[in-house]
């Protein structure tokens, strides 16, 4: 079968719960940000927001963009792994129902990873995250004949964190560039690009068709203090670029031309959880569907403000797909700025 994007990460199951700031602190969790986690740490933190409402859904970076893809009509493939838990069927039967390819449970029987994401008044997310058996996705796990079907792969800069995860993500990555199948990446968060920059660098320069990334992102991968010194930087390292910058919409650009502007869609913000994931979304669907990068741009914008408008990482599966419609709102909304 063909598939216009496949996609690899860590497969997570999401816990979202509304909390203050000062619960935060109280367990010195950089707000904004993702802190990995034993599954003993994470469930004393779970334990201590017993009572509140919280909501389980599938999660998972690429997954989040996979997802996306597939409810604006891509056909998707998602490479990550899950155990045979109910954490883990789960997560598959969620995959399955949208009709995103995925291999399913594992023969562990408990152990699916899990991600504690913490929402909260100013609508940020805060991630606590225990990778599970996500963390033994492998290179034996990338079945060559799914990506060399495949019009463009997608990779998160997350699985940088565990050395069999990055190598299967290089794995993953070798076989598209002899397919000739597009590359595209995500840095995923600051706290990747940190901690992992050399290596990072490298595989952009050498891998990287199509990057994404959010201004803080930017900011640490290429040690500058300004989004704009940012994007000059990182355009010199990829042919297509898109650096999200918040409720100011998005930059992007190609092949070295001048950066493209597209304003955010304006909705009422509930969780920013996803919105990068669902940018990207948007915007790999506008260039597999032949659509210029501004137009590209503008679906990833228009994605990520679905996103926002619930608590959840996924866009809603009623989210409209039309895509004339899409641009055309957008152009009538720049007009009565």
């Excluded at 408990?110 to 991630?127: A, H, K, Q």
């Excluded at 997350?158 to 990055?166: C, G, K, N, P």
């Excluded at 009422?268 to 741009?297: C, M, P, Q």
């Amino acid at each position: 079968m063909n598939y216009d994007l496949v996609g690899i990460g860590n497969a997570l199951v999401d816990i979202e719960v509304q909390v203050e700031d000062d619960f935060l602190e109280k367990f010195s969790l950089a707000k904004g940000g993702m802190t990995l986690s034993t599954a003993e740490h994470q469930v004393r933190v779970l334990n201590s927001l017993a009572g509140r409402s919280m909501k389980i859904s599938s999660g998972g970076s690429a997954a989040n963009t996979v997802h996306g893809l597939r409810v604006l009509g891509a056909k998707t493939y998602y490479l990550g792994r899950v155990a045979n838990d109910a954490y883990g069927h789960h997560y598959t039967e969620d995959m399955t129902l949208c009709g995103v390819g995925f291999p399913g449970p594992g023969a562990e029987t408990e152990g699916t990873g899990s991600c504690l994401v913490m929402i909260t008044p100013d609508t940020e997310r805060t991630m606590l995250t225990h990778l599970g058996v996500s963390s033994a996705l492998h290179p034996d796990n990338v079945d060559e004949t799914i990506v060399e079907n495949g019009q463009a792969v997608y990779i998160e800069g997350y699985l940088w964190a565990a050395e069999e995860t990055r190598q299967a993500a290089l794995k993953l990555a070798e076989i598209a560039k002899k397919k000739g199948v597009s590359v595209a990446f995500t840095l995923s968060d600051a706290f990747i690009a940190n901690s992992y920059k050399e290596s990072l660098i490298d595989f952009i320069r050498w891998n990287a068709d199509i990057l994404f990334c959010n201004h803080a992102e930017a900011l640490a991968l290429t040690d500058t203090k300004d989004p704009e010194s940012a994007f000059s930087i990182l355009q010199g390292m990829t042919d297509t670029l898109f650096l999200t910058v918040g409720k100011d919409g998005a930059w992007a650009g190609k092949d070295g031309g001048p950066r493209v502007h597209v304003p955010a869609f304006p909705v009422k913000a509930v969780d920013t959880t996803g919105a990068g994931d669902l940018f990207a979304a948007g915007a790999l669907f506008g260039l597999i569907r032949n659509h210029g990068l501004k137009e590209s741009a503008v679906i990833g914008s228009y994605c990520a403000a679905q996103v926002v408008t619930h608590l959840g990482a996924r866009m809603p599966v009623h989210s409209h797909a039309d895509i004339g419609k899409i641009l055309k709102s957008h152009e009538e909304l720049s007009r009565k700025r």
